[in-house]
């Protein structure tokens, strides 16, 4: 067994980095799920339990006592036992319910099966259905109840259910192993660096922990994108970079609008011109974005479904159009492989999502302590020159008695590159 | 200096370790400050700051953005400066008066020459002059206010003006150490172990880490005691031992309470007789937990004057009395050597202290997050045998609307010996 785990844990590393569901910071999450198609799916054969914790840790006022039911799932058939001091992985939660990211985590019920060892997935508080004060909509009312959403708070809810788990099971020598992928595999390395007595390591997969207080270029994230297309093809980069411009020409004419929403295929009614114009540029980013994110080599379904290699297959069609050769068909053409994979969607449907009364968890977080840095663009991008990040979380929409902590991530957790 | 570095290190370690003040755990703590002779001392040439910190630093609901002024001392006299990297030296605050705690800490303004060092002493908050609420009054009125007096917010307190102090001066790459003597020293701990990207090292003395949630024996506390006067002399030991016996004997004969009272002076109105029991006997107890505590090689004014190797003094007049050789004259002339080396008190004061109205600030940690772990007493220690650390905090001491959290330290910090 001994040669055998280090083999096998490259292995776990390379299937999560391929496979793990892509949650990442707050806009750029901010992408609707067409699809949850793994959402039923059950893997492994868990209990769903609930362990009472504090609403607050670290403080001792009164309303600090106030508890709440944490959901968490336990699948212990494969565990070898605390005898045999088998070891116990635990899946940190991110925004989604709980169950939703097990089915997407299929590996956690192989890897087990290797390694004799209990499966743990902790649900995060506040999301799915570990919500404090009772319900949603007392949770989510305001800044006082919401003000217990944070990651300091969710890694010490991990080390507390670990710690009694271990108790409970009289596990006391079976070594820890979080997991997690997207935001939860940042709170993977974080719980790591904070809690080293309780887990023994962290497999954190595609998780972006520097990408705070500007410790990477504001140019990184354009950058990585705009490589990656055109890596794949030249033509096609040219192609989309310049297509931003002749779009914003048609728009500009009589009719541009009603023309480029025919061309794209909007679902009627359609938005009104400028309005289109930040709709479909939006439309035709997050294809960009998303697509360079899911770029597996195998059928995805994760934000969308998608055939294997979607940024060659949608470069295929706009280098090599089948029907017409202007640039709003080449371009159609590639939205089509990513919205459109299964062939079911008629047309775009451009209409704004219903807006929810109360702020949601994921954009607080973005409000408070995951604070989103500047994103910029350089010419040579594939975005369009005044690209904003349009889908970036406006401070306008946050809550007027909380201010962000933009450096609160750096100073807890590190990362700027320092001689100490 | 390469090679001279860690010399010097080892040294200031023994420096510190036999040179710092004791501050322990709550009760045992509890020593009234008879004497504070270095309380004016100012120790090296140091300017008094303030800094605006978070009342709240994990948490994001209104009140938590609440801030209070921080003091901090600095010393830059020495210091090699930015450029040179040269090393930042922080003394973590511990529940006094932060100007109090730089008086008796010379070592740092000795080392600070050596390494080229800025200095800087920052105050814990709710102590000294770093009061949340603009006065101690309304800091310490309740669990609401008191709630946020706690390590974590302390150590973010710490991590927060050592990060900001550095971009201030512009010193990203000179190396913090943290140091920390008693209840400090266990907090210079665990900063090393929650911000090692903030302190590359720690330096603490005298600071039990491990006197939490059960890591060690119960007996642990009396034995240590025991076997340290036991190694300075047996008879001593002995005659400690059989004393309590004889005291009680004495207490329970008729006006027994009146000539215990008149063989150990002290001073008018005498307690009533129960009474007298507990306070009699508690000015041994501490007096033997003290000078063991302070059994320096040389003169100390930490708790109170002692002469240079307390123990071996006390029990030289115990094992070689001058005068009588009863009992009661034998420790009376050890409880001199240690209540009134100066030998300016004519009688002991065994009166109350006045109760202040609200909690303190000592006290609220031992109720919430810094319990005390049961001490227990082996048959053959040197403490009475109904010894219940009666100086130990009581719950009922305790506000009713916050319980204790025996298990959070250790989740927090770790310390249970496992293979994780």
Same mark, same amino acid.
């Given at each position: 067994m001994g040669i055998l785990k280090p083999i096998l844990f490259v292995q776990v590393l390379l299937i999560s980095l391929f496979s793990?569901?892509?949650?990442?910071?707050p806009s750029r999450h901010h992408f609707r799920h067409h699809h949850h198609p793994h959402s039923h799916i059950v893997n492994g054969s868990y209990h769903i339990k609930h362990f009472t914790q504090n609403l607050d840790h670290f403080d001792y006022t009164p309303e600090s006592y106030r508890t709440f039911q944490q959901r968490y799932l336990i699948d212990t058939t494969c565990w070898g036992g605390a005898k045999k001091g088998s070891p116990i992985f635990v899946f940190i939660g991110d925004q989604e319910d709980i169950q939703h990211t097990a089915g997407t985590k299929g590996y956690m019920f192989e890897i087990n099966k290797v390694f004799k060892a209990m499966v743990v997935f902790i649900e995060h508080r506040y999301y799915g259905k570990s919500i /404090?004060?009772?319900s949603k909509e007392v949770a989510y009312k305001n800044s006082t109840t919401?003000?217990?959403?944070?990651t300091r708070q969710a890694l010490a809810d991990v080390a507390t259910l670990v710690t009694d788990l271990k108790k409970n099971v009289s596990a006391l020598d079976s070594p820890v192993v979080v997991f997690g992928s997207g935001y939860a595999g940042i709170m993977a390395t974080w719980f790591r660096l904070k809690y080293p007595h309780v887990a023994l390591g962290a497999l954190a997969s595609?998780?972006?922990?520097?990408?705070?207080?500007?410790?990477?270029? /504001?140019h990184s994230f354009t950058d990585i994108i705009t490589k990656n297309i055109k890596s794949e093809s030249e033509s096609c980069y040219k192609t989309i970079k310049k297509s931003w411009g002749e779009f914003e020409k048609i728009l500009k004419q009589n009719g541009g609008g009603d023309k480029l929403s025919k061309s794209f295929k909007i679902c009627a009614p359609h938005p009104i011109k400028d309005d289109l114009h930040d709709k479909l540029f939006g439309l035709i980013e997050l294809a960009l974005i998303y697509s360079s994110l899911s770029d597996y080599p195998y059928e995805s379904h994760i934000h969308t479904p998608l055939p294997p290699f979607p940024v060659k297959r949608m470069c295929e069609v706009i280098d090599?159009?089948?029907?017409?050769?202007d640039t709003a068909s080449r371009i159609l053409g590639a939205l089509n492989i990513f919205y459109n994979h299964t062939g079911k969607s008629p047309c775009f449907n451009l209409t704004s999502e219903s807006k929810s009364s109360g702020i949601q968890g994921w954009k607080w977080q973005g409000c408070t302590e995951l604070v989103e840095p500047s994103i910029k663009n350089k010419n040579?991008?594939?975005?369009?020159?005044?690209?904003?990040?349009?889908h970036k979380q406006k401070s306008s929409d946050c809550p007027k008695d909380v201010k962000p902590r933009p450096h609160s991530i750096t100073t807890e957790f590190g990362g700027h590159v320092s001689l100490l």
């Open positions: 793990s569901s892509h949650s990442l910071l /404090p004060y009772g919401l003000g217990y959403l944070n595609s998780a972006p922990i520097l990408d705070f207080d500007n410790m990477v270029s /504001p090599y159009p089948k029907g017409a050769r040579d991008s594939i975005f369009p020159p005044d690209y904003k990040h349009q």
